[in-house]
Nanobody, 125 residues
Framework: QVQLVESGGGSVQAGGSLRLTCAVSGGTVRSYYLGWFRQAPGEEREGVAAISIGGGSTYYGASVKGRFTISQDIAKNTLYLQMNSLKPEDTAMYYC??????????????????WGQGTQVTVSS
């Protein structure tokens, strides 16, 4: 089945930028509804951003709108999350996820049936 591998996490100061990468194998990125989620210790996993099948629409959580951008590179079969103006509140483990279904809300975790292992993002003040 489709495999997802995140990379690009690290430690940055507040106001800095990071670009997360999700390498997709076992299927073409344009055939999946793709999302980025994050989870801090002791908290629930929350939706960060998503892109619809074929890349026609994008969605963002209120706390990251205007700062983060989700995109995909069909030629490289890769999903990206560009994160700018990072805040300490953005500190979390970030995961990419995929589903071939087009039903349900983009931020609904059980909708996604393929997940990566996660990449840690730490933002210091």
């Amino acid at each position: 089945q489709v495999q997802l591998v995140e990379s690009g996490g690290g430690s940055v100061q507040a106001g800095g930028s990071l670009r997360l990468t999700c390498a997709v194998s076992g299927g073409t990125v344009r055939s999946y509804y793709l999302g980025w989620f994050r989870q801090a210790p002791g908290e629930e996993r929350e939706g960060v951003a998503a892109i619809s099948i074929g890349g026609g629409s994008t969605y963002y959580g209120a706390s990251v709108k205007g700062r983060f951008t989700i995109s995909q590179d069909i030629a490289k079969n890769t999903l990206y999350l560009q994160m700018n103006s990072l805040k300490p509140e953005d500190t979390a483990m970030y995961y990419c996820a995929a589903t071939r279904r087009y039903s349900g809300s983009w931020y609904y975790v059980p909708r996604y049936n393929s997940w990566g292992q996660g990449t840690q993002v730490t933002v210091s003040s």
